[in-house]
């Protein structure tokens, strides 16, 4: 044991102190290395490691020069080549030198790598990252080349210090080279820098999946107006390795736009089975006609592939609905929800159990509720579950809070997962006029606790004869597998609308 334990020491101990680093350059293009950094240093000098000459600070028109932590070569030439020395200094006085070797490469037309590359292979899941980028301030990607032909297509997404590669095969493998640009004092540099990937990819066990909104969407608009688009994507159980949620307008990303008018907001959470969600909120501060001509596309992203669902704006049709005929209004509602669902998606909705007093035009002002209704629907991570959470988190708050001005409580939009749910939720159920079900299979099928949870809740409201609406999303059949307090509350509303 006390062997082994030494092994280790010794191992790490000769790795830090005998291995030099190693970068290798194109001749003409800007390089930055960087010293190892040490928390207790006071500073670093630089030397030729061959003549021992101390490489100084930058001056007027100096070419090569050093600055604490970080040596310069502005630009680089095929005589640099060869090694460097930086010795750190301790406040107790003594020091610490490291090698460093520099290999300039020769520019040649139609190379855009060094033959021998010496950055650490990407073995991986597709996540390649841009060697040394990080020892350039203020540095810009600009391109990224696979063998040194240009990068492009859907299936790469580009951050901003490296690519990501959706599903990488054995075709991916090879040499990956991120171009960029670096500024120092005016003077732009190119730099590039190669690496090699070889994929190790194995099946995606949750692909991301953009919950809202939905691809191809048109969202009505007014000019001069301020908008909100939230995207939320699902990706994965538990924190993420890569999880990336962002909006783009016109492929280009909103971070990147030189317009004060967009700007977005980006918020995580984890769902009840640790499931890791993201949101990215695009602030438009002020809708000009430019806008109705762009793509607004949210792209979400993990470890194993991307996804992207493309958004427009369009102008809102003129359409005023007078206060006065709320019942009509209602009706308009209601045809507006299957109308939209319909729409939406092949789904078969039969609205079987709706009621003529459903929004009745009672005043409401001061009975102490906040919300209009809420929501109860099925939360099981099926392919059937987005379309559910789409209806409830997009085309509901769409119709009935957007053009009808009702509100909802939604779980999962004003009740956060996480927070102590099932006192949240008894507590908004009971400030709601009403409850919306939504009626589909997984309604029958699904176990999840949050379900009963909902429905052992109502039971103990159904006393105070809270109005519920029962909305049949697919044709359930029979009723006989669903809950029994389920049954209980279809049969009272059948009896209810009988006599
Ligand atoms: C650095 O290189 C010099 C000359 O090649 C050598 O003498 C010295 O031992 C090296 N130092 C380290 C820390 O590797
Ligand atoms: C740089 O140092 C390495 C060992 O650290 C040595 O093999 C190499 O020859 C040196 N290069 C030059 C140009 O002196
Ligand atoms: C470090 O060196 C300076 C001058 O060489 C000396 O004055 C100082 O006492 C030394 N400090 C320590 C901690 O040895
Ligand atoms: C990186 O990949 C190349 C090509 O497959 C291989 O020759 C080299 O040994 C690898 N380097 C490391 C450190 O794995
Ligand atoms: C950062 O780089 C951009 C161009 O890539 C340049 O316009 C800008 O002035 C730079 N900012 C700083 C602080 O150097
Ligand atoms: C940087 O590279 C691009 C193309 O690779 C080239 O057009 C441009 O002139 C280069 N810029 C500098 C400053 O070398
Ligand atoms: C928006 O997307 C559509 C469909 O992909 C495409 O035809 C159109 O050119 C895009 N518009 C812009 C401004 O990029």
């Known amino acids: 044991m006390m062997g082994y334990v030494h092994l280790i020491f010794l191992s790490t101990f000769l790795s830090v102190s005998m291995t030099s680093e190693m970068f290798d350059a194109m001749e003409g293009e800007a390089l930055v290395i960087k010293c190892p950094r040490w928390s207790s240093a006071v500073k670093v000098t630089w030397y030729h490691t061959a003549t021992n000459r101390t490489i100084p600070a930058e001056e007027e028109g100096s070419r090569i020069f050093s600055f604490n932590q970080f040596l310069w ?13 930086c010795v750190i200094h301790f ?7 490291f090698n460093m070797s520099v290999q300039v490469h020769p520019y ?8 021998q590359i010496r950055y650490p292979n990407d073995t991986g899941r597709g996540k390649i990252v841009c060697p040394t980028i990080d020892n350039y301030k203020n540095a810009t990607i600009v391109q990224w080349y696979k063998d040194c032909k240009i990068l492009q297509g859907q299936r790469y ?17 090879g040499y990956y080279t991120c171009q960029f640009i670096y500024t120092h004092k005016g003077n732009v540099f190119n730099v590039s820098a190669t690496r090699i990937f070889i994929s190790k990819a194995k099946h995606s066990p949750l692909p991301p999946q953009i919950l809202f909104p939905k691809d191809k969407d048109a969202i009505e608009v007014e000019l001069g107006a301020a908008l909100s688009m939230k995207c939320r994507a699902r990706l994965g159980i538990k924190k993420q390795a890569i999880a990336v949620v962002t909006w783009d307008v016109d492929n280009i990303p909103v971070k990147e736009l030189n317009s004060s008018r967009f700007h977005e907001k980006n918020y995580f959470f984890e769902g009840r ?9 695009l602030h438009i501060s002020e809708i000009k006609k430019e806008d109705l001509q762009a793509n607004f596309t949210c792209v979400a992203l993990n470890e194993m592939h991307n996804t992207r669902a493309t958004v427009t704006l369009k102008l809102k049709a003129p359409l005023g609905l007078p206060n006065v005929l709320l019942v009509a209004g209602s009706l308009v509602l209601l045809v507006a929800i299957a109308v939209s669902v319909i729409l939406y998606q092949s789904f078969r909705i039969d609205i079987i159990l709706l009621y003529r007093e459903m929004f009745q035009p009672y005043s409401v002002k001061d009975d102490g509720k906040i919300y209009d209704a809420y929501v109860i629907y099925p939360k099981c991570h099926t392919n059937e579950a987005n379309f559910v959470e789409y209806f409830v988190y997009q085309v509901m708050p769409d119709i009935l809070e957007n053009k009808c001005g009702y509100k909802l409580c939604i779980y999962g ?22 409850l919306i079900i939504l009626l589909t299979h997984q309604l029958i099928n699904c176990k999840e606790l949050a ?5 052992a809740l109502y039971n103990a409201l159904i006393q105070n004869d809270t109005k519920v609406i029962l909305l049949e999303m697919e044709t359930i059949g029979t009723y006989e597998k669903l809950q029994e307090s389920l049954r209980f509350i279809i049969k009272r509303q059948d009896e209810s609308s009988e006599t």
């Open 73 to 85: 070569f502005l630009p680089t030439s095929r005589e640099d080549s060869g090694n460097y020395t």
């Open 91 to 97: 406040s107790n006085n003594r020091t610490k030198p």
């Open 108 to 115: 040649k037309q139609g190379v855009c790598f060094p033959s």
């Open 157 to 173: 997404f580009k951050g901003e210090k490296y690519i990501f590669i959706n599903n990488p095969r054995k075709e991916d493998d």
């Open 273 to 281: 089975e640790q499931e890791y969600y993201r949101e990215a909120t």
């Open 413 to 434: 939009r004003d009740i956060y997962p996480g927070e102590d749910t099932a006192s949240a939720i008894e507590k908004r159920m009971q400030k709601s006029r009403r």
């Open 451 to 455: 379900y009963d949870q909902h429905i």
